[in-house]
């Protein structure tokens, strides 16, 4: 998406949610809904450590 005027971005504000893309509803919502940490990097973890147990590795 181009800038707008005065130098606002709307895509910086989505990029940060990214992972709820490839998440399913029942992870994204946890992920969400927990109150530990912050929750961009809440999200990005939960996506690394699904793609890790789809993967069969053990956590």
Request: glycine share 8%.
């Given at each position: ?6 130098g606002f ?14 998440l399913p ?19 990005a973890w ?14």
């Open positions: 998406m181009a800038e707008l005027p005065g971005v709307p895509d910086a504000l989505e990029a940060p949610l990214a992972p709820l893309d490839a509803r029942l992870l994204w919502l946890q992920g969400i809904v927990n109150s530990v940490g912050r929750l961009h990097s809440r999200l939960l996506a690394e450590l699904r793609a890790a147990l789809l993967a069969g590795a053990a956590p």
